[in-house]
């Protein structure tokens, strides 16, 4: 990886974990914040899938360190831009890369995060008690991402960041 592209990274990490600090609701038990999967998707489309996941660790590191995340910001964002990634790389279609968000940080990170719960977290709740509020968060913020990613991609600034 060279300079550019890692500025740019911390870029989107900074904004995903600025962007918790001012878009977020509530969601059943939770509070959503769909800045993070909104970022996860862009980056996802624009710089590939393992700048993607860094970023959301990175996002997600400094959220649970400045108390704007809990500890299931770490799969429930990772995940989702895993698999939007690789879904994008494969198949070069934005809606692709929306769906990974929404299949990989709402329903297989909400079902990851039973048993990553149990243990860093002492509870014992069921895939449904997350399931609905990361639902919510990751449908809306992949749909946000989809868009932005789509008029980024258009732009001057978006081709010469997926040339990075």
């Known amino acids: 990886m060279n300079v550019k592209k890692l500025s740019i990274m911390a870029l989107f990490a900074a904004l995903a974990v600025a962007g918790s600090v001012f878009v977020s609701f509530p969601a059943g038990i939770a509070r959503a914040y769909p800045i993070q999967h909104a970022v996860n998707v862009a980056a996802a489309v624009l710089l ?43 198949v070069n279609k934005i809606g692709v890369a929306v769906m990974g968000e929404m299949i990989g940080s709402g329903l297989i990170a909400s079902l990851v995060a039973v048993p990553y719960a149990a243990v860093l977290m002492g509870t014992s709740v069921g895939a449904f008690f997350f399931m609905p509020p990361f639902l919510v968060s990751s449908v809306s913020g992949a749909l946000l991402g989809g868009f932005l990613a789509a008029r980024l991609q258009g732009l001057p600034v978006g081709r010469r960041l997926k040339a990075l």
Do not use: D
């Not at 770490?74 to 989702?80: A, F, H, K, T, V």
């Open 48 to 90: 590939g899938p393992v700048p993607a996941v860094l970023i959301a660790f990175v996002a997600a590191v400094v959220r649970i360190l400045t108390g704007t995340g809990s500890l299931l910001a770490l799969p429930g964002s990772m995940i989702g831009a895993a698999l939007a990634g690789l879904l994008y790389a494969r």
